[in-house]
């Protein structure tokens, strides 16, 4: 059965990695394919996780809490395309932390709110929450630990949705399902791509199944995937189950090259996996442990916009890739050009070039992004103190005449810690 994407509410969506400034001088996952194997053979081990933690949530917090919204938003709504029966709740009604580091996403039977849906009035509530416009990663391991619900009907998944889905849709944006699973196969999770070509009903992808009849709601298990330029592997407890790599799509386009957001929701009912029935149990739960990227690639880093004055985000102008082209203040849209990596190897990317210095040391010394090179105007620390300093000229990232108007330029010039020399970084 051909499934279709759709994002249920207005979603800010960024693009991965960001780097800083040239030399000195001179950015609800799909059903499977029908024809995908489960397999319940001892696979062979992952490959080591990479060592850099770009991005990680532990979901610590008091009991009863909502998630981080700095890292999270909740999507709110029904799904038609799907034809899901939840209605998807904001705040902490149906996501919430439990006291002793998990998040908790819970589906009931009910309609506290008389929420409307596709089919009519909603009978049932749930939560669905991802990172656009807060993190999204291209490259890496991607994992999370979680216990899964149980019972007909019953759709957990966690996936990623290319971050340009705004601009050129599904399933032109790409889609990678890390884990999916339905309650009538209560042991089996599936991994999948979904891209122009292969989505839906034909989208490229393979399970995994427990051995011994045992079932993924009976305990927590890790969820992963290893994505390289050219190749994706998924691992449920370290075992690798499959690698999908272009040779796979049979000549249709790879789009797993560019950055994309996390998504976490337990969706109730659908095409792939029914209704409840009168054995379904409410409420279910999914239960997260902690979701985790690591990766070894482009500096490593956190991932994210960069705010500053007036909560303007740092943007490289017009979107350009040239040597060259300038960084400025701008609404934050959520784009690839306001998608900044800050490296652990002290540069800071965005468009797979590096933030970099155009000029000198001098105060007023204008900055662009250029090639990454590895040279001292490319090398940049963000600080408890929110400035964004270059360790070499002792001086602060600038927006300069202290405005935050649309194409405001940025700048190198004297810690002052003004207001225009403050930054909130990923």
Same mark, same amino acid.
């Given at each position: 059965?051909?499934?279709?994407?759709?994002?249920?509410?207005?979603?800010?969506?960024?693009?991965?990695?960001?780097?800083?400034?040239?030399?000195?001088?001179?950015?609800?996952?799909?059903?499977?394919?029908?024809?995908?194997?489960?397999?319940?053979?001892?696979?062979?081990?992952?490959?080591?996780?990479?060592?850099?933690?770009?991005?990680?949530?532990?979901?610590?917090?008091?009991?009863?809490?909502?998630?981080?919204?700095?890292?999270?938003?909740?999507?709110?709504?029904?799904?038609?395309?799907?034809?899901?029966?939840?209605?998807?709740?904001?705040?902490?009604?149906?996501?919430?932390?439990?006291?002793?580091?998990?998040?908790?996403?819970?589906?009931?039977?009910?309609?506290?709110?008389?929420?409307?849906?596709?089919?009519?009035?909603?009978?049932?509530?749930?939560?669905?929450?991802?990172?656009?416009?807060?993190?999204?990663?291209?490259?890496?391991?991607?994992?999370?630990?979680?216990?899964?619900?149980?019972?007909?009907?019953?759709?957990?998944?966690?996936?990623?949705?290319?971050?340009?889905?705004?601009?050129?849709?599904?399933?032109?944006?790409?889609?990678?399902?890390?884990?999916?699973?339905?309650?009538?196969?209560?042991?089996?999770?599936?991994?999948?791509?979904?891209?122009?070509?292969?989505?839906?009903?034909?989208?490229?992808?393979?399970?995994?199944?427990?051995?011994?009849?045992?079932?993924?709601?009976?305990?927590?298990?890790?969820?992963?995937?290893?994505?390289?330029?050219?190749?994706?592997?998924?691992?449920?407890?370290?075992?690798?189950?499959?690698?999908?790599?272009?040779?796979?799509?049979?000549?249709?386009?790879?789009?797993?090259?560019?950055?994309?957001?996390?998504?976490?929701?337990?969706?109730?009912?659908?095409?792939?996996?029914?209704?409840?029935?009168?054995?379904?149990?409410?409420?279910?739960?999914?239960?997260?442990?902690?979701?985790?990227?690591?990766?070894?690639?482009?500096?490593?880093?956190?991932?994210?916009?960069?705010?500053?004055?007036?909560?303007?985000?740092?943007?490289?102008? &017009?979107?350009?890739?040239? @040597? #060259? =082209?300038?960084? /400025? *203040?701008?609404?934050?849209? $959520?784009? !690839?050009? +306001?998608? %900044?990596?800050?490296?652990?190897?002290?540069?800071?990317?965005?468009?797979?070039?590096?933030?970099?210095?155009?000029?000198?040391?001098?105060?007023?010394?204008?900055?662009?992004?250029?090639?990454?090179?590895?040279?001292?105007?490319?090398?940049?620390?963000?600080?408890?103190?929110?400035?964004?300093?270059?360790?070499?000229?002792?001086?602060?990232?600038?927006?300069? &005449?202290?405005?935050?108007? @649309? #194409? =405001?330029?940025? /700048? *190198?010039?004297?810690?002052? $810690?003004? !207001?225009? +020399?403050? %930054?909130?970084?990923?």
């Amino acid at each position: 059965m051909k499934r279709v994407r759709r994002m249920i509410a207005a979603v800010s969506v960024l693009a991965v990695a960001w780097t800083l400034p040239h030399a000195y001088a001179a950015a609800d996952p799909a059903q499977p394919a029908a024809s995908e194997a489960a397999s319940e053979e001892t696979p062979a081990e992952a490959a080591p996780a990479p060592a850099a933690v770009v991005f990680e949530e532990n979901f610590d917090g008091p009991a009863s809490s909502a998630v981080n919204g700095d890292r999270w938003q909740l999507e709110v709504g029904d799904n038609v395309n799907n034809h899901e029966l939840q209605y998807y709740t904001p705040g902490n009604a149906n996501a919430a932390l439990d006291g002793q580091g998990n998040l908790v996403i819970t589906a009931r039977r009910e309609n506290p709110g008389n929420y409307a849906c596709w089919y009519g009035r909603c009978e049932y509530t749930s939560a669905r929450m991802n990172t656009a416009g807060r993190f999204t990663a291209q490259y890496g391991h991607v994992e999370a630990r979680m216990k899964l619900p149980r019972g007909q009907g019953m759709w957990p998944a966690f996936w990623m949705l290319g971050n340009d889905i705004g601009s050129i849709g599904w399933p032109a944006s790409g889609e990678i399902d890390v884990m999916e699973n339905v309650g009538f196969e209560p042991g089996t999770v599936h991994g999948t791509l979904h891209g122009p070509g292969y989505s839906g009903g034909e989208s490229i992808g393979g399970a995994y199944t427990l051995p011994g009849g045992q079932a993924f709601a009976d305990g927590f298990h890790t969820f992963a995937v290893d994505w390289s330029p050219n190749a994706i592997t998924w691992s449920v407890d370290g075992q690798v189950y499959q690698t999908r790599t272009p040779a796979d799509l049979g000549g249709d386009p790879w789009v797993f090259d560019k950055p994309y957001f996390l998504i976490l929701n337990l969706a109730v009912g659908g095409y792939w996996p029914g209704n409840p029935d009168g054995s379904t149990v409410f409420p279910q739960q999914l239960v997260v442990d902690y979701v985790r990227v690591t990766t070894g690639d482009s500096g490593g880093g956190r991932t994210g916009p960069i705010r500053g004055l007036g909560g303007k985000c740092v943007d490289v102008a &017009g979107a350009g890739t040239a @040597n #060259g =082209t300038p960084v /400025q *203040l701008y609404d934050c849209n $959520g784009s !690839a050009a +306001q998608n %900044w990596t800050i490296g652990t190897d002290g540069t800071i990317r965005a468009l797979g070039k590096c933030l970099d210095i155009d000029g000198g040391t001098a105060d007023g010394s204008p900055a662009q992004i250029w090639d990454c090179h590895g040279g001292p105007n490319q090398q940049w620390v963000a600080n408890a103190a929110h400035d964004i300093v270059n360790p070499a000229a002792d001086k602060c990232l600038d927006a300069t &005449g202290n405005s935050s108007a @649309n #194409g =405001t330029r940025l /700048q *190198l010039w004297t810690c002052t $810690g003004a !207001a225009n +020399q403050k %930054w909130t970084a990923p």
